[in-house]
């Protein structure tokens, strides 16, 4: 069965600092691999995502994947205020593959 | 922009009492989940659905029964609603599970 794991469970960073967001999953046969933002007391809503190896930048963000090393990462340029959230990782695949959600990462940055 | 929405926002229940949640999308997805949401944690599935009148059981199915009547409508049955279940409910919609889900509102459920 498909595991998910993000780390670190929570971040404090201060304004315009890189932030680095990591996400490790069990299943090598995984197709989609995805970010997610939720806002206090919103829906969340995603991010960015990939499906081969290597990066993709979209703006002041980056997400990298290693499927090799079951690895994938979101990085955060420039940090702000807006951006903190709970971050979730995302792992899926096509048919009846079973999409599945990490626990988050809470991230908080500080003016 | 993808429309998902649920109904009610919030409900409170009390203890042994049926609740049903519903959810309605207009994005022609064939893919529809529940999750549940404790406050600060993540998103676990309870049942999804890639096909009307077809449900699958997700990684928490116990206490819960889903209905897909149709593509647009998927509903989520606690038929004996317990404390344990008080918490944020997400409907989500997608292609398929190698796109991106479109979520919610999100009802907040309190069982009493």
């Known amino acids: 069965q498909q595991k998910v794991q993000q780390s670190p469970e929570s971040l404090i960073v201060p304004e315009g600092a890189m932030t680095s967001l990591n996400c490790t999953f069990s299943?090598?046969?995984?197709?989609?691999f995805a970010w997610y933002r939720q806002h206090s007391g919103k829906a969340p809503k995603a991010l960015m995502s990939?499906?081969?190896?290597g990066e993709k930048e979209e703006g002041r963000f980056t997400i990298h994947l290693n499927k090799a090393s079951l690895h994938f990462s979101l990085h955060i340029r420039d940090s702000q205020p807006s951006d903190s959230a709970l971050y979730l990782c995302?792992?899926?695949?096509?048919?009846?593959?079973?999409?599945?959600f990490g626990a988050g990462t809470r991230l908080k940055v500080i003016a | 922009e993808a429309a998902v929405t649920q109904s009610p926002r919030s409900k409170v229940a009390v203890t042994g009492g049926k609740v049903t949640l519903s959810c309605h999308q207009t994005?022609?997805?064939?893919?529809m989940y529940w999750y549940r949401q404790d406050t600060g944690h993540g998103l676990r599935l309870i049942h999804y659905?890639?096909?009307?009148?077809?449900?699958e059981k997700g990684d928490i199915p116990d206490g819960y029964k889903a209905s897909r009547p149709s593509q647009e409508n998927f509903s989520l049955i606690l038929e004996l609603a317990s404390l344990s279940q008080t918490a944020v409910y997400f409907c989500?919609?997608?292609?398929?599970?190698?796109?991106?889900?479109?979520f919610g509102p999100g009802t907040r459920l309190t069982v009493l």
């Open positions: 989500a919609s997608s292609w398929d599970n190698s796109y991106e889900q479109y």
């Open positions: 299943d090598s046969a995984s197709q989609y």
């Open positions: 990939i499906f081969s190896n």
């Open positions: 995302a792992v899926g695949g096509t048919g009846n593959y079973k999409y599945v």
């Open positions: 994005n022609n997805h064939d893919y």
């Open positions: 659905s890639y096909v009307a009148d077809s449900t």
